[in-house]
């Protein structure tokens, strides 16, 4: 926060640290179950659901009391602690129980080792429950090559800088494709890099300028939003594997008979629907950014480049350089990513349509962020407190309005659980400008949930950075990730394995918590309320 003094929200704070110190924030529960109603994805026969995940058929099996309305979509109608059985083929490694909603909501349900799962597996995880006043979507998906809530990117791409590319997609009568290359034909190129160092350019394609090459009357608009898989043409040429011919194991990659040992010799990119109801984009870790649009895709994107390009969180660097706002309400809204220390983030049309209007929504509008137009159709969001971590604007495009939370962080997490750990623990990397410190200038806190409801507060301990590519070795206690930045790291160790997640609080170390009679706080460096919170079923952050 760099010596500013949180101006607004301040005796929030301080209870709520004072909560944490005392160990009594708790969650509460509605006395009546909510019920809600949730579309099966997969090919349902009797009770038993089958999907196709990464070429292996993974089953889900209802309980026989749990009426499915086949007229209506393949829907059922149950409460938070109904259990779902899950197939032995089910690996947690490569795949995920996923729950989404049209309009932005995504989440995952944990599997425990029975093979058990329900919609409690991960409404109770601190996040607020499920939205319940629409149909919820219930399928069984491979884990994507990044996690696009931690903003790490993660994964083998092995693409030759330039090389074509095929994209493929289940078509109306089979396996489709089409080859992007990157000759002078700018429709079909596709443009690697970006015009300096640590950027991307966004090649922005429309769905239904997108014709498969083995059948011209199949479009991906007629089936856009379903799964897509990125190939580069030097695995596609591979005889030996049959690429070349669009039959195996390509036919065998949507079908359910695809291989192990075809699904690892090869190099499948899924493309990913999270960021949006009104594109398909590539993640993170390509070498290469791609979004598919829709002929309703509406966007803004961001119109200065950031002062910490470096940080691990700007979503204009290493995400997309646009958010796909397409459909964005008040109770789904759009998420932009920002480093916390980033004094102001800038946003101007990605379309056609000019912004005439942002306006902060809730407390922050009284101060916390001001908001400018430094020249028509841009508008500009000035930090004045990191207190305000997660904001919610709303953004109109003459008469048409979208909503955008701004996400500020910096904060990320993993852990260590595996076969035979005899030390179980949680390590927090904290991102910061080196002109803030180094890792003796903070107190980690970690307010540890377990299962059972009981919850335990530790002073999480600095340790030695590990090297993300490299593990096993150690880059130092105060990293230097460029651009004026440091990283530190601090681990907190558990009792049990039976956790469910940890909230990590970031404090300047100069700070007496004790004093009662400060009336201002100046120390907080990890945002509002607890921090953010590492979802250890899942291994995510939620920010």
């Known amino acids: 926060m760099r010596g500013r003094k949180i101006i607004a929200g301040l005796l929030s704070v301080m209870l709520v640290l004072a909560a944490v110190f005392a160990g009594n924030v708790t969650n509460a529960k509605a006395d009546e179950p909510t019920y809600y109603s949730v579309l099966l994805a997969g090919t349902v026969n009797d009770h038993i659901v089958t999907y196709n995940v990464g070429g292996k058929a993974v089953t889900l099996t209802v309980p026989n009391e749990i009426h499915i309305d086949m007229e209506n979509g393949k829907t059922i109608s149950v409460t938070e602690s109904v259990e779902f059985t899950i197939g032995n083929t089910f690996d947690s490694n490569s795949m995920e129980v996923k729950v989404s909603e049209v309009g932005g909501f995504s989440t995952t349900l944990a599997v425990d080792s029975n093979n058990k799962t329900s919609l409690y597996a991960r409404a109770n995880q601190g996040t607020g429950g499920l939205p319940s006043e629409s149909t919820l979507t219930l399928e069984i998906v491979s884990k994507s090559n990044n996690d696009p809530e931690s903003g790490e990117p993660s994964g083998d791409v092995h693409y030759n800088n330039g090389e074509d590319v095929y994209l493929f997609w289940k078509g109306t009568s089979g396996v489709d494709y089409h080859k992007?290359?990157?000759?002078?034909?700018?429709?079909?190129?596709?443009?690697?890099?970006?015009?300096?160092?640590?950027?991307?350019?966004?090649?922005?394609?429309?769905?239904?300028?997108?014709?498969?090459?083995?059948?011209?009357?199949?479009?991906?608009?007629?089936?856009?939003?379903?799964?897509?898989?990125?190939?580069p043409a030097s695995v596609f040429t591979d005889s030996e594997k049959g690429w070349s011919t669009g039959d195996s194991p390509l036919k065998s990659l949507f079908n359910g008979t695809l291989t192990e040992a075809d699904y690892h010799a090869v190099t499948l990119n899924p493309g990913t629907s999270e960021y949006g109801t009104g594109s398909v984009v590539t993640?993170?870790?390509?070498?290469?950014?791609?979004?598919?649009?829709?002929?309703?895709?509406?966007?803004?994107?961001?119109?200065?480049?950031?002062?910490y390009p470096n940080s691990p969180f700007n979503s204009s660097v290493?995400?997309?350089?646009?958010?796909?706002?397409?459909?964005?309400?008040?109770?789904n809204p759009a998420?932009?990513?920002?480093?916390?220390?980033?004094?102001?983030?800038?946003?101007?049309?990605?379309?056609?349509?000019?912004?005439?209007?942002?306006?902060?929504?809730?407390?922050?509008?009284?101060g916390g962020i001001v908001v400018s137009s430094p020249s028509t159709g841009r508008y500009k969001l000035e930090f004045k407190s990191n207190y305000y971590d997660s904001i919610l604007i709303k953004v109109t495009e003459g008469t048409t309005s979208y909503y955008v939370k701004v996400v500020r962080t910096a904060l990320q997490a993993r852990d260590n659980f595996g076969p035979g750990v005899t030390d179980p623990k949680i390590t927090m990397s904290y991102t910061y400008p080196q002109t803030m410190g180094n890792h003796g200038s903070f107190n980690v806190f970690a307010k540890i949930m377990y299962a059972n409801g009981t919850t335990q507060l530790k002073k999480a301990d600095s340790v030695q950075v590990e090297d993300d590519m490299n593990p096993g070795n150690y880059l130092g206690y105060d990293f230097d990730i460029g651009g004026s930045l440091h990283k530190s790291e601090y681990a907190v160790s558990l009792d049990s394995l039976d956790v469910i997640g940890v909230y990590f609080t970031v404090v300047s170390s100069t700070v007496d918590l004790t004093d009662s009679t400060k009336t201002s706080f100046s120390g907080m460096k990890s945002g509002s309320g607890l921090g953010v919170y590492y979802d250890v079923v899942n291994r995510k952050v939620v920010y």
Request: glycine letters at 4%; proline letters at 4%; a negative charge.
């Open 180 to 231: 992007f290359t990157t000759a002078s034909d700018t429709s079909k190129n596709i443009q690697y890099g970006g015009p300096s160092e640590g950027t991307y350019y966004l090649n922005k394609i429309e769905a239904v300028d997108i014709v498969a090459d083995n059948n011209s009357s199949d479009k991906y608009a007629d089936a856009f939003r379903s799964q897509i898989y990125w190939v």
């Open 283 to 307: 993640t993170p870790d390509m070498a290469f950014r791609v979004s598919i649009i829709s002929s309703e895709y509406q966007s803004i994107k961001t119109a200065a480049y950031p002062t």
């Open 318 to 331: 290493f995400e997309m350089p646009e958010i796909d706002i397409t459909g964005a309400t008040q109770n």
């Open 335 to 366: 998420i932009y990513k920002v480093f916390l220390e980033e004094p102001s983030v800038t946003f101007e049309s990605g379309t056609a349509t000019q912004i005439t209007n942002v306006e902060v929504i809730g407390d922050a509008a009284n």
